[in-house]
C-alpha cells in the first residue's frame, strides 16, 4: 500500500520509499565491511521488524543467517513498562555467534535493553544493533545501537512494518498517523 492509497489517514509522511532504500543500502554497505569474513546471524524482532529486515538483508552483499524472536513488553496500552516476555524464541544456540539485532524502532529502549542482555547472556562472540528508526525525544534507557537508519521526532508514525491496532504495517513509507485516527 502506499500513502496515496490512505492519505486522508495521514498527516504527513516522513520517509519515502525511495529514501528508506536508499538509506538500507548505505547500512548494509557498512555492515558487508564491519563483518568482512565472518558469519553474522540476523535477529529479526517480531512483528514490525519483518519489512525492514526483508529489505536489508536484501541489500546486503554477504551470506547471512537469520532467526527471529517475538517478545512483548508487560504495560497497559502504548507504555513500555521494560518486563518483557518471551512469546517465541530462537531455533538456533547463539554461542560464539556474531549477532545483529534488527529491529523497526528504539522508542523508550527498554525492549531492546532487556533483549540485549538477554541475548549477551547465551555466550555470543558478539550482539550488536541495528534499528531502522530511533526517536532521540524519547529514550528512557541509554542504548547505543551499532546502526541507526533514521532519527524520528517524537511522534507517532505507522508504516514499513510499524503497526497502529494492527494496521498500516504494509505501507511502503512511514508517516505520522492523523490524530483523529487513533481517537485524539
Ligand atoms: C515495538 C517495536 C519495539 C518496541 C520499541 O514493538 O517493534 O520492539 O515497540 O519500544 P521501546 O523502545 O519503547 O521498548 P511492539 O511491542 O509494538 O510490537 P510489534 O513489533 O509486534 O508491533
New binding site residues.
Given amino acids: 500500500m502506499h500513502s496515496d492509497h490512505i492519505n486522508g489517514d495521514l498527516a504527513a509522511v516522513l520517509l519515502t520509499d525511495d529514501q528508506i532504500q536508499a538509506r538500507l543500502a548505505e547500512v548494509a554497505a557498512q555492515v558487508d565491511a564491519d563483518y568482512e569474513g565472518r558469519d553474522l546471524l540476523l535477529v529479526g ?5 519483518v519489512i525492514v529486515m526483508a529489505d536489508f538483508m536484501r541489500h546486503l552483499r554477504s551470506h547471512v543467517s537469520t532467526d527471529w524472536m517475538a ?3 508487560y504495560g497497559s496500552g502504548t507504555t ?1 513498562s521494560g518486563v518483557v516476555r518471551i512469546l517465541k524464541d530462537l531455533d538456533i544456540d547463539l554461542v560464539d555467534c556474531d549477532v545483529l539485532i534488527v ?10 535493553s532487556w533483549l540485549m542482555n538477554n541475548l549477551r547472556s547465551r555466550g555470543p562472540a558478539s550482539v550488536e544493533v541495528f534499528t531502522f528508526l530511533r526517536k532521540p525525544e524519547a529514550v528512557q534507557v541509554p542504548i547505543t545501537p551499532r546502526y541507526v537508519g533514521f532519527d524520528i521526532p517524537n511522534e507517532f508514525v505507522v508504516g514499513y512494518g ?2 497502529y491496532a494492527e494496521r498500516y504495517r504494509n505501507l511502503r513509507e512511514v508517516a505520522v498517523l492523523r490524530p483523529e485516527v487513533y481517537g485524539h
Avoid: Q, R, Y
Wanted: without cysteine.
Fill in positions: 524482532v517480531l512483528k514490525g521488524a517478545v512483548s513488553s513500555s529491529e523497526d524502532i528504539l522508542d523508550t529502549g527498554l525492549t531492546l510499524l503497526d
